[in-house]
């Protein structure tokens, strides 16, 4: 998507490590008129599919997730990264190693969100070892759930996440996918 590559190199700063910020706009500060036009593409790739839930993980997938969802009219639900007090009755469980933290989380999410009549679409900020992505399709499968897709925002497509994903048969639209990363610059894989 022209319109995300133009804002990653505007506003975007590359990072020694594969880092690719972008909390000026994307996740830490959230350009609100940018992220809808995100959700109208999301909804425009996915207009074929029978969305009755958007699945993301916290935190920063929240935001996104919410602005995809007016488009397709439905609710938005989250796996927690922590056992709370609110948090009540039987709940889904997957364990999901974060690339940016470097730490392994117990993500959930309650049995009474989500189940065999859903057809969830799975939407997060990044991409890039897969490990959020696989926690979430766990969860979907444990369910009964129906996976239609999985929305990324920006996928790292010199790490091997969208590689896994695809070669399970999940349908995976990324609106922008870094096809090479320096300590200080980056690439766009083109025509994505």
């Known amino acids: 998507m022209q319109l995300l590559e133009e804002r990653i190199l505007k506003d975007g700063i590359v990072k020694p490590g594969n880092v690719l910020k972008v909390d000026s706009f994307l996740n830490h500060q959230?350009?609100?008129a940018f992220?809808?036009?995100l959700g109208k593409e999301f909804q425009r790739r996915f207009a074929d599919a029978p969305i009755t839930k958007i699945l993301t993980i916290e935190a920063s997938g929240i935001g996104i997730a919410c602005?995809?969802?007016?488009?397709?009219h439905v609710p938005v639900v989250f796996a927690k990264k922590a056992q709370s007090l609110n948090l009540d009755g039987e709940m889904f469980t997957s364990k999901v190693e974060s690339f940016t933290h470097?730490?392994?989380?117990?993500v959930i999410l309650s049995k009474?969100?989500?189940?065999?009549e859903d057809h969830v679409l799975l939407i997060d900020d990044f991409l890039a070892n897969g490990c959020a992505l696989m926690g979430l399709i766990d969860i979907v499968n444990k369910s009964g759930a129906t996976l239609e897709g999985a929305g990324i925002v920006i996928e790292k497509g010199f790490q091997e996440g969208g590689k896994k994903i695809r070669e399970m048969g999940v349908r995976l639209e990324s609106l922008a996918i870094v096809e090479s990363m320096t300590d200080d610059s980056l690439t766009f894989r083109p025509n994505n």
């Open 112 to 116: 009474k969100f989500l189940g065999p």
């Open 102 to 106: 470097k730490k392994v989380y117990d």
């Open 30 to 32: 959230m350009d609100i």
């Open 67 to 72: 602005l995809v969802a007016q488009y397709f």
């Open 35 to 37: 992220i809808n036009e």
